[in-house]
């Protein structure tokens, strides 16, 4: 399986989303704004699954390797 990041950088990443959502509740509330815990934990799991959907889906580099594209020194007449 070919992921976009390494599993150990995912696993930090999500770590990381998880401690941003807390610590963006807190900040929230001390600024005056009222986030319940629900929607504070429903907007940490949407951002963890869009960047673990992210992570698993397949690389688009755009070179087409049939026409030798992928090599930016190629000179080809074609």
Same mark, same amino acid.
């Given at each position: 399986?070919?992921?976009? !990041? /390494?599993? @150990?950088?995912?696993?930090?990443?999500?770590?990381? !989303?998880? !401690? #941003?959502?807390?610590? $963006?509740?807190? $900040? $929230? *509330?001390?600024?005056?704004? @009222? #986030? /319940?815990? *629900?929607? @504070? @934990?429903?907007?940490?799991?949407?951002?963890? $699954?869009? #960047? +673990?959907? +992210?992570?698993?889906? &397949?690389?688009?580099? =755009?070179?087409? &390797?049939?026409?030798? /594209? =992928?090599? &930016?020194?190629?000179?080809?007449?074609?």
């Amino acid at each position: 399986m070919n992921l976009r !990041i /390494s599993p @150990a950088a995912l696993l930090i990443v999500t770590a990381f !989303i998880t !401690i #941003v959502t807390v610590e $963006l509740r807190t $900040l $929230l *509330e001390m600024l005056g704004v @009222a #986030v /319940s815990v *629900e929607a @504070a @934990a429903l907007a940490g799991l949407v951002a963890i $699954l869009v #960047v +673990w959907i +992210w992570t698993f889906l &397949p690389t688009v580099t =755009g070179a087409d &390797p049939g026409n030798g /594209s =992928g090599n &930016p020194k190629q000179n080809r007449a074609d």
